[in-house]
């Protein structure tokens, strides 16, 4: 089970990024994938995830409205679409799954349950 987190980089704010999350040697059919996000100095925190199914999603409240989570079967792939980027965004962001049932809707917000995990991308927001 691996997972490779990409597409961060350094935006203005108010503008917008797309992170991806390729999942290879598992099917996203029997995973909920969690992004989360480190800011120096501070805890790791979860922002947004998908169940197996792909039909439910939840978000941190610093970030609805504003981040999209979505995936692609076809390409095992976890996409995090975020728009009006402010510069508390700014963090190292990781993308994880934890082994759920198949195609449920069962979303797990609880970052020790989560087993398996990306090796991060930095998205730098200025002001």
């Known amino acids: 089970v691996q997972l490779q987190a990409s597409g961060g980089g350094l935006v203005q704010a108010g503008g917008s990024l797309r992170l991806s999350c390729t999942a290879s040697?598992?099917?996203?059919?029997?995973?909920?994938i969690g992004w989360f996000r480190q800011a120096p100095g501070m805890e790791r925190e979860g922002v947004a995830y998908?169940?197996?199914?792909?039909?439910?999603?939840y978000y941190a409240d610093s970030v609805k409205g504003r981040f999209t989570i979505s995936r692609n079967i076809a390409v095992n792939t976890v996409y995090l679409r975020m728009d009006s980027l402010k510069p508390e965004d700014t963090a190292v962001y990781y993308c994880?799954?934890?082994?759920?049932?198949?195609?449920?809707?069962?979303?797990?917000?609880?970052?020790?349950?989560?087993?398996?995990w990306g090796q991060g991308t930095l998205v730098t927001v200025s002001s």
């Open positions: 040697g598992f099917s996203l059919d029997y995973y909920v």
């Open positions: 994880a799954a934890r082994r759920l049932g198949f195609r449920t809707v069962t979303i797990t917000t609880i970052q020790t349950l989560y087993k398996n």
């Open positions: 998908i169940s197996s199914s792909g039909t439910s999603t």
